[in-house]
């Protein structure tokens, strides 16, 4: 499973942000313990929904627009989830916003091998005039998350008993903010430190999964001759999406796997039914987000889930 979860701030304002103070019980938002606690519940909420629907709950869920460890930790901990046994790989990012992407899963199901934050490539972009380059180091973005799960049991000393390896990389890549000509060569380097990773791993079990804020049309889901596929194609040639703008579907939320997953792997755009709301102003259901501007509304995030739903053996 992913899901960006739009702004998930606790309501502390710790100084790290302008987005840290006006997510905070005095910021701009309002944002409190109330409301905070009130949307960690409608996201556990959506897992059991996910485990009634398909008859298992996630056992692994990478997010974005994560703030810090401590609301994973509430989200877990402080909600029906803190039954499942999941564990949290978060590491703090570069971000302007202060927002991380994280990943959490069933320690009944698997074991961490390693996990590292991957930073953005530094190479040197040029600017949009042409006259001139941007050194990525003065370039701050989320960094994509590298965390290798090993299924099957661990014994009191923590090894496995040889299960499957699956290398997932969680990503968040920079938002068109700025307009294509200035945004799109930052995304591009955020897909090239992906595939980079990717290819470093070789011919083994990969899942690609984040916010990637472009559709699969982009040539950068161009991975010909790639050990990789992107499982969100056949959805976005039917219409579907992941998010609503003035009436638009768009789909920019996905999962790219390696090629001998992709036979027997579907991706799904979980519809569910209390994380959506009517549209008057464009009709149709869209997300149902936490704010609308600066007003509360009471929703969870601006995207919907998507889930990876991975068999033996293709139903």
């Not at 009634?52 to 997010?63: H, K, N, S």
Request: glycine fraction near 8%; charge should be negative.
């Amino acid at each position: 499973m992913f899901w960006n979860l739009e702004n998930f701030f606790d309501w502390k304002d710790g100084g790290c942000s302008g987005s840290d103070s006006e997510f905070s019980s005095f910021g701009e938002r309002h944002w409190t313990r109330s409301r905070f606690y009130t949307k960690c519940n409608v996201i556990a909420k959506t897992f059991l929904w996910i485990e009634d629907e398909y008859g298992r709950i996630p056992d692994v869920a990478g997010f974005a627009e994560v703030e810090n460890r401590f609301v994973l930790n509430a989200l877990l901990n402080a909600t029906a989830l803190r039954k499942y046994d999941y564990d949290v790989v978060h590491y703090d990012s570069p971000d302007p916003r202060g927002i991380d992407v994280a990943l959490i899963y069933r320690r009944s199901v698997f074991r961490k091998s390693v996990s590292r934050p991957v930073k953005v490539s530094s190479r040197h972009i040029h600017s949009p005039d042409g006259q001139g380059s941007v050194r990525y180091e003065d370039f701050r973005t989320r960094d994509i998350l590298y965390v290798a799960l090993q299924s099957g049991e661990s014994d009191v000393s923590g090894e496995s008993d040889g299960g499957r390896m699956i290398h997932f990389l969680v990503n968040h890549h920079p938002s068109k903010y700025g307009g294509e000509e200035v945004s799109a060569p930052k995304r591009m380097a955020a897909m090239e430190t992906m595939i980079s990773v990717c290819d470093s791993i070789g011919l083994a079990d990969i899942v690609c999964m984040g916010d990637f804020n472009d559709t699969p049309d982009s040539p950068l889901f161009d991975f010909s001759g790639r050990n990789l596929v992107n499982k969100s194609d056949s959805l976005y040639k039917r219409g579907e999406g992941t998010i609503r703008y003035k009436g638009k579907r768009d789909l920019i939320d996905m999962f790219i796997v390696s090629t001998g997953m992709s036979g027997n792997s579907v991706m799904e755009i979980c519809k569910v039914p209390f994380l959506t709301v009517w549209d008057n102003a464009y009709p149709g259901e869209k997300p149902f987000r936490t704010y609308s501007g600066p007003r509360y509304i009471g929703g969870v995030s601006d995207h919907c889930p998507v889930l990876l739903r991975i068999f033996s053996e293709m139903p």
